[in-house]
């Protein structure tokens, strides 16, 4: 990506920090052109931060301002405060951070996106109230990739989970007191996360060892294209895993923030929200992810899934296609 385009890889993987009204901060990356009217809020999964250094070539051909913040609780970002519920905290924190890149309010659309646990507040934004959120006028559409289901209404979700989701964010962690199945997590695995070499080795464990032939045909491409190396590009996703482990706060009340209350049940959203286009991106062999997507699309009037072969990141390989159909769609 050339300086002359507004996207730049070193600039994409630079964290900033906002300080907030509240006296809390919020991490944040971002590329594009900071003056470009598209915007897309991309929110990062469990152990993951805000980055942002490369983007596909659909979003770099229509232009956008790609902003990827970091999650509350998780990274450098504060913790937000028990006394408001989560989704509030998304919808204040991300018109902060609007307000702040863009004072005039000079953007016409604005697209949501997330992965995995990101898909919580990309769904929280999409379905908030313009009280709560005014950005959402502008909300053109939302890609969810490898998504959740609020479990509020979603009642039968344990049915569809692997064992691993079970006991990550089931009926467990919400029946043993004291948050004691993450206390347990955080012991057993958080020890192996602290450095690089650990948080690289418990990703060949979760994904890369995984991967079937044709998924690895796939990331050598996605790899030549970026000018990548394996080992750089899993180096560099050990390194977000070892930042977002500065604060535990975040995956602590992943349970609890799954099973709130989002403000809003996906298939009562009034017209003008429910209108807006929805893609839901699933993978053949994902089983750390997607489990409640065809919950989504049923719930959610404008929805409609992708499912890609590959496991838990293969959406990743078809980034272009995802954001062409998104583009598309608006």
Same mark, same amino acid.
């Given at each position: 990506?050339?300086?002359?385009?507004?996207?730049?890889?070193?600039?994409?993987?630079? +964290?900033?920090?906002?300080?907030?009204?509240?006296?809390?901060?919020?991490?944040?990356?971002?590329?594009?052109?900071?003056?470009?009217?598209?915007?897309?809020?991309?929110?990062?999964?469990?152990?993951?931060?805000?980055?942002?250094?490369?983007?596909? @070539?659909?979003?770099?051909?229509?232009?956008?301002?790609?902003?990827?913040?970091?999650?509350?609780?998780?990274?450098?970002?504060?913790?937000?405060?028990?006394?408001?519920?989560?989704?509030?905290?998304?919808?204040?924190?991300?018109?902060?951070?609007?307000?702040?890149?863009?004072?005039?309010?000079?953007?016409?659309?604005?697209?949501?996106?997330?992965?995995?646990?990101?898909?919580?507040?990309? @769904?929280?934004?999409?379905?908030?109230?313009?009280?709560?959120?005014?950005?959402?006028?502008?909300?053109?559409?939302?890609?969810?990739?490898?998504?959740?289901?609020?479990?509020?209404?979603?009642?039968?979700?344990?049915?569809?989970?692997?064992?691993?989701?079970?006991?990550?964010?089931?009926?467990?962690? @919400?029946?043993?007191?004291?948050?004691?199945?993450?206390?347990?997590?955080?012991?057993?695995?958080?020890?192996?996360?602290?450095?690089?070499?650990?948080?690289?080795?418990?990703?060949? @464990?979760?994904?890369?060892?995984?991967?079937?032939?044709?998924?690895?045909?796939?990331?050598?491409?996605?790899?030549?294209?970026?000018?990548?190396?394996?080992?750089?590009?899993?180096? +560099?996703?050990?390194?977000?895993?070892?930042?977002?482990?500065?604060?535990?706060?975040?995956?602590?009340?992943?349970?609890?923030?799954?099973?709130?209350?989002?403000?809003?049940?996906?298939?009562?959203?009034?017209?003008?929200?429910?209108?807006?286009?929805?893609?839901?991106?699933?993978?053949?062999?994902?089983?750390?992810?997607?489990?409640?997507?065809?919950?989504?699309? +049923?719930?959610?009037?404008?929805?409609?899934?992708?499912?890609?072969?590959?496991?838990?990141?293969?959406?990743?390989?078809?980034?272009?296609?995802?954001?062409?159909?998104?583009?598309?769609?608006?």
């Amino acid at each position: 990506m050339a300086m002359n385009t507004g996207y730049d890889i070193v600039a994409g993987h630079t +964290e900033h920090i906002l300080s907030l009204p509240d006296n809390r901060q919020l991490a944040y990356a971002h590329n594009g052109p900071a003056t470009s009217r598209t915007i897309i809020i991309y929110f990062p999964g469990l152990f993951g931060v805000g980055t942002a250094p490369r983007l596909n @070539q659909e979003c770099v051909a229509a232009g956008v301002h790609w902003i990827s913040p970091t999650l509350p609780g998780m990274g450098n970002c504060s913790t937000r405060p028990k006394s408001v519920p989560y989704h509030v905290t998304i919808a204040r924190d991300i018109t902060a951070l609007l307000a702040h890149l863009y004072p005039t309010d000079a953007y016409d659309k604005l697209y949501l996106a997330g992965g995995s646990y990101g898909t919580v507040a990309a @769904q929280m934004l999409y379905g908030a109230s313009y009280e709560l959120f005014p950005p959402g006028r502008k909300v053109a559409g939302c890609v969810l990739n490898a998504g959740f289901s609020p479990l509020k209404y979603h009642t039968d979700y344990a049915k569809g989970l692997s064992w691993g989701n079970y006991f990550s964010f089931g009926p467990p962690t @919400q029946l043993i007191p004291f948050y004691g199945l993450q206390r347990l997590f955080k012991a057993v695995v958080g020890s192996k996360l602290h450095d690089v070499p650990g948080a690289k080795k418990f990703l060949h @464990q979760v994904i890369f060892n995984k991967m079937d032939d044709d998924e690895k045909v796939h990331l050598k491409k996605y790899l030549e294209t970026n000018k990548l190396t394996e080992d750089q590009f899993i180096e +560099e996703m050990a390194e977000c895993t070892v930042r977002c482990n500065n604060n535990w706060d975040g995956f602590m009340e992943v349970s609890d923030v799954i099973h709130s209350d989002w403000g809003f049940e996906p298939k009562a959203l009034d017209k003008e929200h429910a209108s807006k286009p929805m893609l839901v991106i699933g993978s053949e062999r994902d089983d750390i992810g997607g489990a409640t997507n065809n919950w989504l699309v +049923e719930n959610y009037k404008s929805a409609r899934l992708r499912v890609f072969p590959g496991g838990h990141i293969s959406s990743l390989f078809h980034a272009d296609e995802i954001w062409n159909e998104m583009f598309g769609s608006t």
